[in-house]
């Protein structure tokens, strides 16, 4: 069981915040420097914490060939790119961890291993950040599969939405 501290829990909806995306904007807050009043920022830390750990226990049956279609680009090479905020909302920024003047394609996958966007980035260089804007409608509430690959290289990550 997953258990958000009571303090955060009333801040949030003392402020009509009471949402996993209220609890991240919180989050994102005292990063930032902003005013979280006498909340701690240990109890921020153990509320995302336990939104990250619930996340990572969900589950989706998948029958061997969908789970095929979807693994079939991993490799056990060094990941190519970073890729943030999990969960996101309607955009995730990739830093590229590649090579200069190479060419990334990004491709994101369904939970059923289908296609839904396809990027080509010729313009890449060493820790560039980019923004793949995800429509928020036809993204929403949904786990994702986002590709990079790149010559010889590919990696891929999983990515929440929430709306």
Known sequence: MFKIPEDVISLLEANNLNTVQGLFDLANDA????????LPYSSIT????????????CRVLLS????DKVVAGLTEDK?????????????????????????AKIQ???????????VV????????????????????NQVYFVRITSEDKSTMKKIISVR
């Open 79 to 103: 990941p190519i790119f970073s890729i943030y905020p999990v969960p996101f909302v309607d955009n995730v920024r990739i830093k590229y961890e590649i090579e200069n003047g190479l060419i």
């Open 31 to 38: 990063l930032g420097g902003h005013n979280i009043g006498s």
């Open 46 to 57: 153990e509320a995302v914490d336990a939104i990250n750990r619930g996340f990572d226990e």
């Open 64 to 67: 061997e060939t969908d789970y």
């Open 121 to 140: 980035d010729k313009d890449v260089y060493y820790h560039k950040v980019t923004t793949l804007d995800l429509n928020h409608k036809m993204f929403a």
């Open 108 to 118: 994101v996958f369904d939970i059923r291993g289908r296609l839904v966007k396809t």
